[in-house]
């Protein structure tokens, strides 16, 4: 097949680990006999630097005529203040909202291999199988926010569409499963979440094979970490997404393994690692590009239906985390370029 | 001294819990030669089937008037749903708000006895001694809210006036500590967190003795297992503030264990375990009562300056988790009242 890939390297180690998880989709294409067209535009701080803009207009376009779009990470010391007119987050807020892409996929396992740097007890982690659906494009994120000298407000909202179109997709994903949604709100407390409670459980029985669980934010900030095996797919509103997904990604041993997938109704998709732009490390060749390269490989299956490529490349990644090398992240010495060949080559040995 | 003490014992294991806090209370004022009187009022579910109100006027009124307040909790499966008009937790939300508790204390330590039943490794659990500071009167938990068939809305609405007194009460714990602030917010995304994050910093200026540190909510989620021992004083929120404690509580391996002080600038102070009403095992005599007496030490040292007394609670309770007996949350076969017992026994061993 023949796609179109636009890629967001961003700042700090994007560009490092972007550019090994184009490498591993080029030897994949190579392999299968695919046409990737990659092309590549600012976002973040580098954009602000060339254009003045978080998103620059030509980025965008690109990004909507794309077939998906791989992103780096955004972010860095020389744009850190929270108080600037023009920041780094807000370009990436800015095309997750441009291409509707309301739901973002977190999944969670936890290699074997690697349960030595979770800090949480090697028990705990046996079975550890989440999918985290965030909502991406609502929330707290995208409402209207004020600011006096004296009182700032930010209006957290959800319509009913919008709870609905995040449930159903959550539903999807369980059913692939194993049929199971646990549904986090703060519903004794905030009327979005009561909405949000009402949506979900009218939804839920459109998908009668699929059991619903609800659970507090509180209280699921605390299941995490004593029975994570428990739960399947975890569906949340973005800003209780956004803090329960960094706890989880806490349990991997490292964020540098984690990718996500953000997806709408369109067929552009969104992938990213879930790290940040890692400004100490950057420009050193030492970023651990797993994140990115399973990023890529959701976006295979996601964007471009190529499911046996995209299970080929996580286990390639599976197959360098059990055999080594290793980035220092996750305690060995090798630098980002050593990894991406590794999983090139194990591209081979798995397939 | 004399006082008066106000006890909520509120719904499920609320009324097991406060007993034994209040025999702990008069064992203390007995040996001190204290008189403490005690007068009990409903909250939550039970004053809902009483009285129609969650927080009814003779609760209020008997609260002001005190020195203190004790309260168990609130809430159980007969009033849990959350679309209802009047519900146990709106009683717990309007008892702070008009008595202006604004700072949430939440101390979390891990008895090195019971490490074992933390989810987190050992080695992560050496030397973790934090006191969270969770803003407790404002933020989306008492903005304005609104529903329509199709949308809902919440605001969070903080005023310079709200974080300042917070970042104060922080500020002057840590420096009876180890000096040491982190701030956490959601600067990069939130107004409100904007306001909190300059505010915060302003107010730091006063406090050239102690260190602050910024933190994005969901990195500090992540922290908060992976390098625990680091923080001393956490400042934050409301609804963060709920997340993360709930999240640390998990560490301490029960949240039976843990106490709670909610101060204001007024000297009636609000003493609550952070359990909830547990109902799976209310009526049983089985809940473990330390939560709630820590939360009466608590009382003691920061409503009534009774601090030698308050020491003597901890270290009693202290010893009780050393050598036990333990209920069951944490391993053991003892109920409420033989722990209860066994910490007044313990008040002559530790004086
Ligand atoms: C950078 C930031 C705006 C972003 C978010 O909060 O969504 C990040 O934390 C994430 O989770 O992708
Ligand atoms: C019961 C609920 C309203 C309450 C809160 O969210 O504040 C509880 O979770 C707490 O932390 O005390």
Not at 36 to 65: R, V, W
């Amino acid at each position: 097949m023949k796609a179109r890939i636009v890629t967001l390297p961003g700042d700090g180690v994007g560009p490092e680990v972007l550019d090994a998880a184009v490498a591993v989709l080029e030897a994949v294409a190579e392999r299968a006999g695919h046409t990737f067209e990659f092309e590549s535009h600012l976002i973040g701080g580098c954009a602000i630097d060339a254009t003045g803009e978080p998103l620059p207009a030509a980025t965008l376009e690109a990004c909507k005529k794309a077939d998906a779009v791989l992103l780096g990470a955004v972010g860095g010391p020389k744009w850190s203040d929270p108080q600037a007119k023009v920041r780094p987050e807000q370009g990436l807020l800015a095309i997750r909202a441009a291409l509707g892409v309301f739901a973002n996929l977190r999944p969670l396992q936890v290699h074997p291999a690697l349960a030595s740097l979770s800090p949480l007890k090697n028990e705990k982690l046996k079975n550890v199988d989440v999918l985290f659906v965030r909502e991406l494009t609502g929330g707290a994120y995208f409402g209207a926010k004020t600011r006096t000298t004296d009182t700032a407000t930010d209006e957290c909202k959800y319509t009913v569409a919008e709870v609905e179109r995040v449930t159903r997709r959550a539903f999807e994903l369980a059913r692939e499963r194993r049929q199971h949604v646990t549904s986090v709100d703060k519903a004794n407390v905030l009327e979005t979440s009561r909405l949000w409670r009402s949506t979900v459980t009218r939804i839920a029985a459109e998908y009668p094979d699929v059991k619903l669980e609800h659970q507090l934010v509180d209280s699921m900030a605390m299941l995490l970490l004593t029975q994570p095996s428990r739960y399947d797919v975890i569906v949340t509103e973005n800003l209780f997404g956004d803090i329960l997904t960094d706890e989880a990604a806490a349990l991997a041993g490292s964020l540098g393994l984690l990718p996500s997938a953000s997806l709408g109704e369109g067929k552009v998709g969104l992938y990213e690692p879930i790290h940040g732009s890692a400004p100490d490390i950057a420009g050193q060749g030492v970023a651990n590009p797993v994140g990115a390269i399973l990023s890529a490989a959701l976006l295979l299956r996601h964007s471009l239906g190529l499911e046996i490529e995209a299970t080929t490349i996580e286990a390639a990644v599976n197959h360098v985390l059990s055999n080594g090398p290793h980035s220092r992240d996750i305690g060995g010495k090798s630098g980002t370029a050593e990894i991406r060949d590794a999983v090139i080559a194990a591209l081979d040995d798995v397939a």
